[in-house]
């Protein structure tokens, strides 16, 4: 894979069905300044409408994944938030809505915005060096991209609320602990890792994955009834839409990857020596 630097700020890798998309600011680490943020969302919109992409790896350049919103240019410039934007609806996501799945490799510290940029992914992985907070009461500011809503449903309301109003920092293994994150992995195997699920996810049906992502989303939106109504509706559509003479092919197929495929993915955490922060 070739990585393909965007204005500056940012690295873009495509190949093997994925895509790799690395913050660039380790100066800053990797605060979301204009320029990254309008970097940002213009490179997820074309990976999103590149048919040969079916993953998105997100990931920060060493030593950080995101420490948020750049707060020198925005005390210099306040009206700077929702400065690049094609779409002023995105200025209030960290990243536009997208039908192709993201995962996360939180290789550093994820602090307030970067938290909010890695809750925004579909599922995360993080280095054992990651670390996450949310600083929004210390800095002065209010969350707006989704911490409120989107950290109760990952970890639970109250461990939500001891996060967002102490402002103390939560270690990878409290993460993996706390169901935020779904592995923790060595810091210098934590791409390959992630590459390698991300070549899972493009080894699908990628109409199936982009349904079956959208299926989450909404039943994740409304009540307990009515998601299963959302999942028996779209579950109608597809097979009224697709062609089912390839099913047993498929079928076939799946049978000879669970052979192959031995062992769940390693997990560090399950070794004799536990990944401690």
Wanted: aromatic residues 6%.
């Amino acid at each position: 894979m070739t990585a393909e630097l965007v204005d500056d700020v940012l690295l873009c890798e495509r190949g093997d069905g994925h895509a790799v998309v690395t913050l660039h600011r380790p100066h800053a680490r990797n605060a979301l300044d204009r320029a990254l943020r309008g970097a940002l969302h213009r490179t997820m919109r074309a990976l999103d409408d590149d048919e040969s992409v079916r993953a998105v790896v997100l990931t920060g350049t060493d030593p950080a994944f995101c420490a948020g919103l750049d707060l020198v240019e925005l005390s210099q410039a306040p009206d700077a938030l929702d400065a690049g934007f094609s779409d002023r609806s995105d200025f209030r996501r960290p990243i536009p809505r997208m039908t192709t799945p993201v995962i996360g490799a939180v290789n550093g510290v994820a602090v307030t915005g970067g938290f909010e940029l890695a809750l925004a992914c579909d599922f995360l992985v993080a280095s054992d060096r990651a670390r996450f907070a949310d600083t929004h009461t210390r800095v002065g500011i209010m969350p707006g991209w989704g911490m409120t809503v989107l950290l109760p449903r990952a970890v639970g309301l109250r461990r939500a609320v001891e996060l967002s109003t102490t402002g103390n920092f939560l270690d990878a293994a409290t993460a993996l602990d706390w169901g935020l994150v779904n592995h923790v992995v060595p810091h210098d195997d934590l791409l390959p890792f992630v590459r390698s699920l991300a070549a899972d996810v493009a080894g699908n049906d990628p109409d199936g994955v982009r349904q079956l992502l959208t299926t989450y989303r909404e039943g994740a939106r409304v009540g307990l009834d009515e998601a299963f109504e959302v999942e028996q509706r779209a579950s109608r559509d597809w097979l009224a839409r697709r062609d089912a003479s390839d099913f047993d092919a498929r079928r076939r197929a799946v049978v000879e990857r669970g052979r192959n495929q031995t062992t769940p993915p390693a997990d560090p955490t399950d070794s004799d020596d536990p990944v401690t922060d």
